[in-house]
């Protein structure tokens, strides 16, 4: 019985299908249930949780990206699979403490003050969310000292900030001086990503890393917040 | 079933008074000045239905003015058969083209001399000899019966190309006029599938090729329903003049009630008015002719009624295929066809430029584009022509071939139904109830379908342009692919009892 909820719940991540209302790539899944669903029923048969994260979550999630590189699959799978994988993990999160996993890491996101732009944001939080990150998203036109004050509430391992104006990437560098005036910049990471700013800029502002795309975002946060980074 | 094409909502460029102006000013010029004819036949033929036939005294070849009647075009316009079936080895890729109905298929054409094969070469900068790059280089080859061979092998594996004309002129040592017309017919048709045009070198040799395609499509009566090949003949030497030759071969093919197709190509400014008015009043004068002697002479014959109009240069009185008066004579012409209800052999993806890059792909595209618009039945000269029609590469027809299926996907008809329509509402509603706000998840239904276009398959990753590197090595692909060849008992027979043909084409 555990082993079908598990299977069920990896080959509906690796179809993206966040409820039963989303259609996926097979037909015979129409109507069945989806991620949400199935999380909820193993929480009801007391399925063991690191199970659901490590067998359901993570391999299905693993396949998707084997599928990614492969071409198989492209950026819409992607997503699909990482928010069914984020949606499963915010029904979790209040379970992980009692079953003694430790939460892999929390990351604030922001679009940086005088951007409405959020795609890219948006994207990077449902692949962070999808690799099993809590994350904060602040939202867009964010003004440096909410981001100072939500890393002091929220103490997470690595800020994303995004931007897409040429006008307001200028936001990026004024928000880790305010975090550096706040006494700190030593406690947290910063990345940067956005299509007018590039490695080079991130040095510039005194950024920890650079995301060209979304994967490569998830991929620096991955390294800076297993402490590889530092 | 038959290759679908697109089916697309017509450009009118012209409106009904301007179409109607047009045809009268068409029988006006046949009736005065009327025609000059070269072919004794094609005179006797027009007399014998009421044209008034003078003997022109000159010196030279015997001619005659032909005053044609209006009469004769109409009679002879309800005559002619209004959908015309051309066959294919494999009859799912034959082709039904009805006058009435605005799909188009994409076909190559010309009978370049030169093939171009484009290499690589790896380039180191003068400034700093530590830069490489790759970078192509051109190579001109003449045409010849294996290289025509590949050009069929490529046809049968890019998926917009619907029917194969011939693309080279075959100049091998060992082909001249009397054995030219078997072997390209059968290089053409033993490597590809689909359907099978050409012109025709020497009459004397119709009817082997004739007799070749019916073994090939399985007897006389096979061949009738399913006419795996089809001719062109250019009857009309611009301004208004019937060539003796091609119209001998136009009377013969059409008595035989193979498809035809009635090509006129005049050019604006030298051997037609520039203006489009002049130009579609004459070359549609010329196709007319031709196609009412084909009804003459067989009273249901097929025929496709064949534009080809261009433009000259005003540098140096070539062809012009990149400008846009080609386009509107193209379509004009588009238009008169479907006045009449006829399938329309029409004209567009050509450039003036020697070599595939940025003048040939926006000079071609303007055209793909436009005449695509059009709803022209059958497009000849879409694939790999470069140098006007001089030139034909293989990797351009690739290029092609790509910039077809971009513009057949952006004319296909909108599908907004109601049902569509509802499930984009829901998809507004839950994705306005998420913190992203974010429909891509819901593309991925369209993108299996295929609804979705990919992204330009020969982009390059740096900063230098790589189209035709990445083109070269999709084409290498499509070559490697395994051939569809007659079957082994076929080409047996072929060889027995067709003469003038190539020993070294039955190896493979």
Not at chain 2, 126 to 152: C, H, I, N, W
Not at chain 2, 440 to 449: I, P
Request: proline share 4%; hydrophobic share 40%; charged share 25%.
């Amino acid at each position: 019985m555990t082993e079908d909820i598990i299977s069920l719940i990896r080959e509906n991540v690796i179809q993206g299908r966040v409820t039963q209302d989303d259609e996926g790539l097979e037909e015979e899944m129409v109507d069945q249930p989806g991620v949400t669903e199935l999380i909820y029923k193993a929480l009801d048969q007391k399925v063991d949780i690191t199970d659901i994260i490590n067998r359901g979550l993570t391999e299905g999630m693993g396949i998707v990206g084997q599928k990614f590189e492969t071409r198989e699959y492209f950026i819409p799978d992607m997503l699909a699979s990482a928010e069914a994988v984020g949606a499963a993990m915010e029904i979790l999160e209040p379970h992980l403490a009692s079953s003694g996993i430790k939460a892999k890491g929390k990351i604030v996101m922001a679009t940086v003050k005088g951007d409405l732009h959020d795609i890219g944001k948006n994207i990077v939080t449902i692949l962070l969310r999808g690799a099993g990150y809590t994350v904060k998203d602040l939202g867009n036109d964010v003004e440096p000292q909410a981001i100072v004050d939500a890393v002091r509430q929220e103490n997470p391992q690595v800020i994303g900030l995004s931007a897409l104006l040429t006008s307001t990437m200028t936001q990026m560098g004024d928000t880790i001086q305010a975090l550096k005036d706040s006494g700190l910049r030593d406690k947290v990471k910063v990345i940067i990503g956005g299509a007018p700013v590039s490695e080079e800029f991130a040095r510039s502002v005194g950024a920890d890393g650079y995301g060209a795309d979304g994967f490569q975002a998830v991929s620096i946060v991955e390294s800076l917040a297993s402490g590889a980074g530092s | 079933m038959a290759r679908q094409g697109v089916l697309v909502e017509p450009y009118q460029r012209l409106n009904q008074e301007q179409i109607e102006r047009i045809h009268q000013a068409s029988l006006d010029i046949l009736a005065d000045p009327g025609i000059i004819c070269f072919n004794s036949d094609a005179a006797e033929v027009y007399g014998d239905f009421g044209a008034d036939v003078t003997p022109v005294e000159q010196e030279g070849p015997a001619r005659w003015l032909v005053r044609i009647p209006e009469k004769i075009i109409s009679d002879t316009l309800q005559a002619a058969p209004k959908v015309v079936k051309l066959g294919a080895r494999h009859e799912d890729n034959c082709l039904i083209l009805d006058g009435s109905e605005p799909r188009v298929r994409f076909a190559s054409g010309s009978e370049a001399n030169n093939w171009l094969d484009v290499d690589v070469e790896t380039f180191i900068s003068k400034r700093d000899p530590a830069r490489e790059a790759d970078f192509p280089v051109f190579r001109v080859q003449k045409g010849t019966v294996d290289r025509l061979a590949q050009a069929a092998h490529l046809c049968e594996n890019l998926d917009s190309w619907d029917s194969f004309l011939r693309t080279v002129n075959i100049q091998d040592d060992d082909i001249n006029d009397e054995n030219k017309d078997v072997n390209k017919f059968f290089a053409s048709l033993n490597n590809t599938t689909k359907h099978v045009m050409s012109g025709l070198t020497e009459l004397a040799q119709l009817d082997n090729v004739v007799g070749m395609a019916q073994i090939i499509a399985g007897g006389e009566a096979r061949f009738k329903e399913n006419p795996i090949i089809s001719f062109i003949t250019c009857t009309v030497k611009s301004p208004l003049q019937l060539v003796d030759d091609t119209t001998q071969k136009a009377i013969e093919i059409a008595k035989r009630g193979i498809p035809l197709v009635i090509s006129s190509s005049p050019q604006g400014g030298s051997t037609a008015p520039i203006r489009e008015e002049g130009m579609v009043a004459q070359i549609n004068a010329e196709i007319l002719v031709g196609m009412a002697l084909t009804q003459l002479v067989n009273k249901g014959a097929p025929v496709l009624y064949g534009s080809v109009p261009v433009r000259a240069r005003m540098d140096d009185l070539n062809d012009s295929y990149g400008v846009p008066e080609f386009s509107q004579y193209n379509i004009d012409c588009v238009q008169m066809a479907r006045y009449y209800g006829l399938p329309c052999y029409s004209t567009g993806g050509i450039s003036d430029v020697n070599v595939p890059g940025i003048q040939a792909s926006v000079e071609r595209l303007f055209s793909h584009i436009l005449v695509t618009l059009s709803g022209a039945q059958y497009i000849h000269y879409a694939f790999g022509l470069l140098e006007r029609t001089n030139t034909f590469c293989p990797i351009q027809a690739v290029l092609d071939n790509t910039h077809i299926d971009m513009v057949k996907r952006f004319v296909r008809q909108p599908s907004i139904t109601s049902d569509r329509v509802s499930e984009c509402l829901e998809q507004v509603r839950r994705v306005m109830g998420t913190s992203h706000k974010l429909y891509v998840r819901f593309v991925r239904s369209a993108l299996r379908s295929g609804e979705v276009t990919p992204s330009y398959p020969f982009e390059g990753k740096g900063m230098v342009d790589e189209t035709l590197l990445r083109a070269r090595e999709n084409m290498e692909q499509m070559m490697s692919q395994p051939p569809h060849h007659i079957d082994r008992a076929t080409i047996d027979r072929v060889f027995q009892q067709v003469p003038g043909l190539l020993p070294r084409l039955r190896e493979y």
